[in-house]
Each structure stands twice: as C-alpha cells, then as structure tokens.
C-alpha cells in the first residue's frame, strides 16, 4: 500500500452559524493550517482528528491502494483529493496525496 499525506490547507469558521445553531463547546479542532499526516497503510494517522478521519477515509483509501483520478480528471494531480471534513461550523479542508 501507498503511503498518503493529509495536509491541512484551510480552516474557516462561520461564526453566524455557530451563534444561531451551536450550543457553546469548550474543546474545538486543533487542527491548524500547514499540518501534515501520513496514513500507513490506509489506516488514520496518529493525532489526526476522529470526525475529519471519516471524511477522508474512502478517498485515503483508494489512494493507499494505488487508485485515483476522483470524478473523471477532478484533479490535476489524478493521485490527490480536496476533502473537508463534516463540521459544519468549522470546516477544515484537507489536500490528500500519495507519497511517492
């Protein structure tokens, strides 16, 4: 299997969204902008966060087993992904490539 970095190249926050819907938390994402992992053999990497895990796992995944090309030529590198995870109020996207 390939080894797959995950990088994290936005986070955004939707401060009127967290103020209608969100009740108030004391522990968010600490995942920061420029923060790299690497799964080994398709599995998550140590530290990386549970939820964003699940939005990358299938895309990880078919990297890791030598796949890509993601929606017919979605991108330029057809062994990478642009996946943000699933908060809604705080997305953090994610650049997935395999290592070479």
């Known amino acids: 299997m ?14 009127d969204l967290m103020e209608l819907y969100e009740n108030p938390i004391e522990h968010t994402c600490d995942i920061k902008v420029g923060d790299s992992f690497i799964s080994e053999g398709g599995k998550c990497p140590e530290g990386f966060c549970d939820s964003a895990w699940e939005s990358v796992k299938p895309f990880v995944t078919v990297l890791a ?36």
């Open 65 to 100: 087993n030598g796949g890509g090309n993601f929606y017919d030529g979605w991108m330029k590198n057809e062994y990478s992904a642009m996946i943000s995870c699933n908060d809604g109020f705080r997305p953090v996207s994610f650049l997935l490539e395999v290592c070479e």
């Open 2 to 15: 390939k080894k797959v970095k995950i990088t994290a190249v936005r986070k955004t926050e939707y401060t």
